[in-house]
């Protein structure tokens, strides 16, 4: 397959893509694209992968596949601009990052530039849509549809019939039950129990999780 190079970089996150891509497509040498000057390396204190970090604003070659070098609905949607706006780079250039112990059910549909990591199940019409990062041992159940550059923690129950909007943060270990839906942009704490459904552009904590404050 192509080369996979990174767009954007965090120090926490990027070494995570490190070790999947290096298990999944045994590519050992990688290369990030910062979209911003942040003086970012990845933080690798047991292994060290060979990694190059080009110059801030520096263009991919088109023959590479990318991937987000970074998590967070908020990093994931200003790098995509970046890079769409500067180099007309769209999502069709990005690829999926799944780990092979994933559990995916053939009827769903999942977008690019997604990242599954290990453990995650997939159940039955569900929708992934372009950038949403699924992360450790999440369950997603049947007929749930997940917006643009949401991310799902470690963790997380999903039943059925659910609708999360663009831009969300679940946090680990939360459960929302069936026929919930929750809109863009709102962030839902860790461990919480959703009961009701949850509106846009919030924060919302607990069991049963309720609205904290507005963003």
């Given at each position: 397959m192509s080369k996979i190079s990174f767009v954007g970089i965090s120090r926490d996150s990027a070494a995570i893509f490190l070790d999947l891509i290096s298990e999944i497509n045994l590519q050992n040498e990688f290369v990030f694209y910062p979209n911003k000057d942040f003086g970012i390396e990845p933080f690798m204190p047991m292994?060290?992968?060979?990694?190059?970090?080009?110059?801030?604003?520096?263009?991919?070659?088109?023959?590479?596949?990318?991937?987000?070098?970074?998590?967070?609905?908020?990093?994931?949607?200003?790098?995509?601009?970046?890079?769409?706006?500067?180099?007309?780079?769209?999502?069709?250039?990005?690829?999926?990052?799944?780990?092979?112990?994933?559990?995916?059910?053939?009827?769903?549909?999942?977008?690019?530039?997604?990242?599954?990591?290990?453990?995650?199940i997939i159940s039955a019409q569900s929708k992934i849509e372009f950038g949403v990062s699924l992360k450790r041992g999440c369950r997603i159940g049947h007929h749930n549809s997940i917006g643009r550059y949401t991310d799902i923690n470690p963790g997380v129950i999903l039943s059925g019939m659910i609708n999360i909007g663009e831009g969300c943060l679940i946090g680990s270990g939360a459960v929302i039950k069936d026929n919930i839906s929750i809109g863009a942009n709102t962030t839902i704490g860790v461990g919480s129990v959703v009961t009701k459904d949850i509106p846009a552009n919030c924060i919302a904590f607990g069991n049963p999780c309720k609205v904290v404050r507005q963003k």
């Open positions: 292994k060290i992968y060979s990694i190059e970090i080009k110059e801030a604003g520096s263009c991919p070659p088109e023959e590479d596949e990318l991937f987000f070098g970074a998590t967070g609905p908020e990093n994931k949607l200003a790098i995509f601009e970046d890079f769409l706006n500067s180099y007309g780079i769209s999502e069709s250039r990005y690829t999926q990052v799944i780990h092979p112990s994933a559990y995916i059910a053939p009827s769903n549909l999942i977008s690019t530039g997604v990242l599954v990591e290990p453990g995650v």
